[in-house]
């Protein structure tokens, strides 16, 4: 079982940039898909962005493809998401997860995710 823990949320206005991290502990943080979903009030958690143990190959939701970069820092176990060019319909709660399974590319499917971060808040207003 990974431990994840996401920081960087915050208020911002549309336009800004805001970059999130994960920090993980608890395994081999370089041997596991890492992703990031996110949940509006009232809505089902939807997938944003995923990438590979090695960091070679990312997926976007169609969403944030353009606006929105997911990156790692396997030395420090860390996951990034930069964001860029927010708009109202980005804001939600921002969960770090990473795949139940190690050296498989599954974390961009919500089934797959074996753990979770408690969250970061992210709003964009006007």
């Known amino acids: 079982q990974v431990q994840l823990l996401e920081s960087g949320g915050g208020a911002v206005q549309v336009g800004d940039s805001l970059t999130l991290s994960c920090a993980a502990s608890?395994?081999?943080?370089?041997?596991?898909?890492m992703s990031w979903f996110r949940q509006a009030p009232g809505k089902d958690r939807d997938f944003v962005a995923a990438?590979?143990?090695?960091?070679?190959?990312?997926r976007y939701a169609d969403s944030v493809k353009g606006r929105f970069t997911i990156s790692r820092d396997n030395a420090k176990d860390t996951l990034y998401l930069q964001m860029n060019s927010q708009k109202l319909e980005d804001s939600a709660i921002y969960y770090c997860?990473?795949?139940?399974?190690?050296?498989?590319?599954?974390?961009?499917?919500?089934?797959?995710?074996?753990?979770w971060g408690r969250g970061a808040q992210v709003t964009v207003s006007s």
């Open positions: 997860a990473a795949d139940r399974y190690a050296s498989r590319w599954g974390a961009y499917s919500i089934d797959a995710i074996g753990s």
């Open positions: 608890g395994r081999t943080f370089g041997t596991y898909t």
């Open positions: 990438i590979t143990g090695s960091g070679i190959t990312t």
